[in-house]
């Protein structure tokens, strides 16, 4: 299936997305840009990289074909977001018969395209030069259920990538079978999974084959409308939460002095931590002692201030663990139900559990887990969503005891 046939059919019937993905793309993009917004203002959003070709040929393009085109050029100044030069940019009546706005760049730029979207509540595109992000089709605003065309800058994306996919495709791998490990903790507590992430989840697989030859233009498109798939199953998710891989990702992102971590090494990690899962028996399993390991509400408050004081964390952190507290009445009983389906979550760990070896063995200069890496999982996992299988193993115990015992 189409992602374009996809969104419309399962978002807002109303609304279609054009979604391309093609080398030279930026030879047609004005003719694109004035089908999809004939009337009004489009106003440019672009990055340096793409300063010239705005400038010199996409903007005089568009005003040849009659749209007019307003310009923004997003520099990295000291203390100014894009956001704030995107608004600005919006001043001396550019905002009326504004038609979308358009960004030319990578996924942050898009991101604080689709946040100014969302306040003047207007449609917008983009050109990436990047695989899409998580966020890439979250909504942006009640009647603008996604961005009305995402198109690849696979030339672009090339130059990134410098002749290998491997990173790429083990970096995609990691975070969508770790998404599929929550989907089954998600199962596990008897919880329903909207049968449409189902089915963006089985789109989403990248062919490992394509690690092992230089990338062509096909193979570029194939990986980044594998990436496309990825992000429309995250946008499916976060309607029910973050997912667990998310959770550690914005927690080592927050942390100061957190060094940075390879995909790899975190599928390393959860192959380890997967594998402790798959050794315990059902019958081995027991609700009221992990319940009982659960300390009352204040003194677990006052605990994760200390560790977001010693990771260098803001406190804001301690709403994400409010929000998904469980006392100890409520942790029994949820064991319970994830006892009654453990044989049969094990069953579909198994093959996540080797995946995510497969792709730890791509690193064959890799040594030990950094205890960095550790201390990161096993701290985001006192902040993980109900329902992950990261807050399930953190609450069984698991989590730490594989990785230090």
Request: aromatic share 10%; glycine share 2%.
């Amino acid at each position: 299936m189409r992602i374009a046939d996809f969104l419309f059919a399962n978002f807002l019937p109303q609304q279609r997305a054009t979604i391309a993905f093609q080398a030279g793309i930026a030879d047609h993009l004005g003719a694109f840009i004035r089908q999809i917004w004939p009337n009004g203002r489009v106003l440019i959003v672009a990055q340096p990289r793409y300063r010239e070709y705005c400038e010199r040929k996409l903007i005089a393009e568009l005003r040849a074909q009659g749209v007019d085109a307003p310009y923004c050029l997003c520099l990295e100044q000291p203390g100014v977001t894009p956001l704030q030069q995107i608004q600005e940019s919006l001043s001396d009546g550019v905002l009326e018969k504004l038609s979308a706005i358009f960004s030319l760049g990578d996924n942050i730029l898009f991101k604080y395209v689709r946040e100014q979207s969302s306040i003047v509540g207007i449609p917008c595109g983009a050109l990436l030069d990047e695989f899409a992000d998580p966020h890439v089709f979250d909504a942006i605003a009640e009647n603008i259920p996604f961005a009305s065309a995402i198109f690849f800058d696979i030339d672009a994306i090339a130059e990134r990538l410098k002749g290998r996919t491997d990173d790429a495709i083990c970096a995609l791998e990691t975070e969508l079978y770790s998404l599929k490990a929550d989907m089954l903790a998600i199962n596990s507590f008897n919880k329903p999974v909207n049968k449409i992430l189902l089915d963006a989840v089985e789109q989403s697989a990248p062919d490992r084959s394509l690690a092992k030859y230089a990338p062509d233009e096909d193979s570029l498109a194939q990986l980044a409308e594998s990436y496309s798939w990825f992000a429309i199953s995250c946008r499916i998710f976060h309607e029910m939460q973050e997912t667990s891989f998310e959770t550690v990702a914005d927690y080592v992102r927050a942390a100061a002095d957190m060094p940075t971590f390879t995909h790899t090494q975190h599928a390393r990690l959860l192959a380890q931590v997967f594998d402790a899962a798959l050794e315990i028996e059902s019958l081995e399993i027991d609700p009221d002692a992990c319940a009982s390991r659960q300390p009352p509400k204040e003194i677990l408050t006052r605990t994760l201030q200390q560790t977001l004081l010693e990771d260098g964390v803001n406190f804001a952190w301690l709403r994400r663990a409010e929000a998904n507290y469980s006392d100890r009445i409520a942790m029994r009983n949820e064991l319970n139900s994830v006892l009654l389906n453990w044989d049969e979550f094990c069953a579909h760990l198994r093959a996540i559990a080797d995946v995510m070896r497969a792709i730890a063995a791509d690193d064959p200069a890799a040594d030990d887990l950094d205890p960095a890496l550790k201390n990161a999982w096993i701290h985001a996992a006192r902040f993980a969503p109900k329902h992950s299988y990261l807050k399930l193993f953190a609450d069984m115990g698991i989590v730490e005891s594989s990785l230090y015992l």
